[in-house]
């Protein structure tokens, strides 16, 4: 009828309910046919039933979502997994710490202080001429400036080590507070400085450094605060840095190098790990943020993927480049000053 009346329809979107059947989804186009002279011949409709495409549509979207949730979870698992990873590698450095104290301890000469006491309080009246004639009074002095020595490099160590200790347990105490700090955040956005989120992914991964030997070169520009998911960014962060470290670690060469860059973009910033490790080849390159692609034999093919659609929730964008096999690799995270959503892939 409206068609007859003149209108066009296009792409009218209707749910039909025939009798004693299950709803139809359909889409119809219609317009009005006239004749040579004008008149109105009639009206022609085309109307395709669309109920399977959307069905497909709404699977399609429900399934995305999943895979989001899915996505999600790992990556903060990702950020847990590398904080239980560090926390253990400081708490063997406290093992270590204790062992050594413990066992300079029992090899202590203290009780010999004690033996020494007795057998100078059995000379009772006798005691200067036990010191000036016996073999073992004139040996007294000798023995006791060797014994304090002794214990003098004893304190030293221990204090040394309980230094230590307290050192490590602090690390340890400071990154279970910043992860603590992160997971009471996530969702939410606040305003935060670039250079804050890049040390403290650093600061998750600082052990493996050290073990491994890897040099960081840090190249921050100023830049002006964003607003943020912090969560989210310590997510993409602490897997991208992990990441080059296993790539330089497994590149086998003598010099092992991450540089972490901040600079400004013309509507935000721009945070680049570069690692001289093992690279990517050609044929990866397009893979690398596909959900369950992985080229290492314990990896699960999360992390970059996860990665890349916490990226687009904060308005941004995560890239990849490498020369190839051998020569290294960037990942290079963009993020706007302020959050602009993006639709999804």
């Known amino acids: 009828m409206r068609a007859l009346r003149g ?9 039909i309910q025939p009798r004693e059947m299950t709803a139809r989804s359909t889409l119809s186009s219609a317009r009005r046919l006239i004749g040579p002279n004008g008149q109105t011949l009639g009206a022609v409709a085309v109307v395709q039933d669309t109920t399977e495409r959307r069905r497909a549509e709404l699977e399609l979207e429900r399934v995305h979502k999943e895979l989001m949730t899915a996505s999600r979870q790992a990556g903060m698992a990702e950020v847990a997994t590398n904080v239980l990873h560090n926390v253990g590698n400081i708490l063997n450095s406290v093992n270590i710490s204790a062992s050594l104290v413990t066992d300079r301890v029992k090899q202590s000469k203290a009780p010999g202080v004690t033996l020494l006491a007795d057998l100078l309080k059995e000379q009772g009246a006798d005691l200067a001429t036990f010191m000036s ?4 009074g004139k040996r007294i002095p000798e023995y006791l400036s060797a014994l ?10 221990s204090l040394q080590e309980l230094g230590s200790l307290r050192d490590n347990l602090e690390h340890i105490k400071e990154t279970v507070t910043m992860q603590q700090s992160y997971a009471k955040l996530c969702g939410v956005t606040e305003t935060v400085e670039v250079v804050d989120l890049v040390e403290d992914s650093l ?3 600082a052990g493996a450094f050290a073990r491994h030997g890897v040099t960081l070169c840090r190249e921050f520009s100023p830049v002006p605060p964003i607003t943020v998911d912090k969560h989210k960014v310590l997510q993409i962060l602490v897997n991208l840095v992990r990441n080059a470290k296993y790539a330089c670690d497994e590149s086998g060469k003598t010099e092992k190098l991450i540089i972490l860059r901040i600079a400004p973009t013309a509507e935000g910033v721009r945070i680049s790990v570069i690692d001289n490790g093992i690279g990517i080849p050609e044929e990866n390159m397009d893979r690398l943020f596909t959900h369950g692609f992985t080229t290492r034999q314990s990896g699960h093919g999360f992390g970059l993927h996860s990665g890349a659609l916490a990226a687009q929730e904060l308005g941004g964008t995560l890239l990849a480049t490498s020369d190839g096999s051998g020569r290294g690799a960037a990942f290079i995270l963009e993020l706007p000053y302020t959050r602009r959503d993006k639709p999804h892939a």
Do not use: F, K, P, Y
């Open 7 to 15: 209108e066009t329809i296009s792409n009218l979107e209707l749910v």
């Open 133 to 136: 004639t016996d073999a073992r």
């Open 148 to 157: 304090g020595q002794q214990l003098t490099a004893d304190q030293q160590m």
């Open 203 to 205: 600061r998750l991964n």
